[in-house]
C-alpha cells in the first residue's frame, strides 16, 4: 500500500473535520421552535443543497480517513464502524441529490446511530447517558 502518513491525531480529525460535516447535514433539516412560533427547517436553494451535499462528501470521505493504519490499529470492529458512516452519508447523498427533505432527516438519525455506537465502543467518555 502506499505510504499514508495522518497529518492530525484522532482528536483534531474530529473536531475540526469529522463534527463540523456531521453538524452540517444534522443541522440541514428540522422543526424549529422559537418565540414567533415552529417553523421546519430545510434547504431551500441550490446553493444550500449543495452546501450540504458538501458536508455529505466530508463526511463519506472521512470514513477513508478513519481507515488509515495509523488510525484503524487494525480493529475489524473500528473499520466496520467506519464504513457504516460511509454507507450513511452515501445515503444522505442520494436523498441530497433528490432534494428529498424527509428521507435527509431520517438519515442524519441513522448518521447520529453510527456515530454513537462507535463512541460507545472506543471514546465512551463522549457518550451522554
Given at each position: 500500500p502506499p505510504p499514508f502518513q495522518s497529518t492530525v491525531n484522532?482528536?483534531?480529525?474530529m473536531l475540526n473535520v469529522i463534527d463540523p460535516a456531521a453538524d452540517g447535514?444534522?443541522?440541514a433539516v428540522g422543526t424549529v421552535s422559537t418565540i414567533e412560533g415552529v417553523f421546519?427547517?430545510?434547504p431551500?436553494?441550490?446553493?444550500?443543497?449543495?452546501?450540504?451535499?458538501s458536508y455529505a462528501i466530508q463526511l463519506a470521505e472521512s470514513g477513508n480517513?478513519?481507515?488509515?493504519?495509523?488510525?484503524?490499529?487494525?480493529?475489524p470492529e473500528w473499520v466496520t464502524d467506519a464504513q457504516a458512516m460511509?454507507?450513511?452519508?452515501?445515503?444522505?447523498?442520494?436523498a441530497i441529490e433528490a432534494k428529498?427533505?424527509?428521507?435527509?432527516?431520517?438519515?442524519?438519525?441513522?448518521i447520529y446511530d453510527v456515530c454513537t455506537s462507535c463512541?460507545?465502543?472506543?471514546?465512551?467518555e463522549l457518550v451522554r447517558p
Open positions: 484522532m482528536q483534531d480529525l447535514v444534522w443541522e421546519e427547517k430545510f431551500a436553494t441550490d446553493d444550500e443543497w449543495a452546501g450540504v451535499r480517513l478513519l481507515m488509515l493504519p495509523a488510525r484503524s490499529n487494525g480493529s460511509i454507507v450513511q452519508s452515501q445515503r444522505a447523498l442520494k428529498d427533505k424527509d428521507a435527509l432527516f431520517t438519515i442524519g438519525g441513522d463512541h460507545q465502543k472506543f471514546s465512551p
